[in-house]
């Protein structure tokens, strides 16, 4: 299995990003997928979710209303739109496959790095 994050870089708080993650080495179509950040010394935490089929996402309520995560299964592809970011939005960004809101597998990947500055 191989997870590749990118898409990350250096914005002003209120600006946006789009992160993307590749994901291979398991049936990316038939899985929900889900994001997860990790700011400096702190532990990772939950960012959001998407089914395998795109119709429910889900969301931590600290992003809700400014982040909006969908999939391309064509591609193999799942996104991150970003919006408002907030410099507390700092953080390495990874995506996962997952079960609700925890990671199916102990295994992150690549993850991408998001600084907001104030």
């Known amino acids: 299995v191989q997870l590749q994050a990118y898409g990350g870089g250096l914005v002003q708080a209120g600006g946006s990003l789009r992160l993307s993650c590749a994901a291979s080495g398991r049936t990316f179509s038939s899985s929900d997928m889900g994001w997860f950040r990790q700011a400096p010394g702190k532990v990772r935490e939950f960012v959001a979710r998407?089914?395998?089929?795109?119709?429910?996402?889900y969301y931590a309520d600290s992003v809700k209303g400014r982040f909006t995560i969908s999939r391309d299964n064509a591609k193999n592809t799942v996104y991150l739109q970003m919006n408002s970011l907030k410099p507390e939005d700092t953080a390495v960004y990874y995506c996962?496959?997952?079960?609700?809101?925890?990671?199916?597998?102990?295994?992150w990947g690549q993850g991408t790095l998001v600084t907001v500055s104030s």
């Open positions: 998407i089914t395998w089929s795109g119709d429910s996402t």
């Open positions: 996962a496959w997952v079960v609700g809101t925890h990671p199916l597998y102990n295994y």
